[in-house]
């Protein structure tokens, strides 16, 4: 693992931690509405879930972003 590599896997970790003890602090159950469904969820389960998918959506645009250098566009 080069520095670079291990500093980003640094601020990976901390960025983590940070997003856990949020959530920790946030475990109130609350409604949640989206279109036409609605659930009642903790706190914590829905920004956790919402992380999870920001997640996968950067996850799902790099590799986007790496097929269309690949292909030259």
Do not use: D, P
């Not at 269309?68 to 566009?73: I, T, V």
Request: glycine share 10%; aromatic share 10%; no cysteine.
């Amino acid at each position: 693992m080069t520095g670079a590599q291990k500093g980003k896997a640094v601020i990976a970790a901390v960025l983590v931690a940070l997003v856990i003890v949020f959530v920790i602090q946030n475990r109130e159950t609350v409604g949640v509405e989206f279109l036409i469904w609605t659930w009642t969820a903790s706190r914590a389960v829905v920004l956790f879930t919402v992380f999870l998918v920001g997640v996968l959506a950067g996850w799902l645009a790099r590799g986007a972003a790496i097929k269309r250098k690949r292909s030259g566009l």
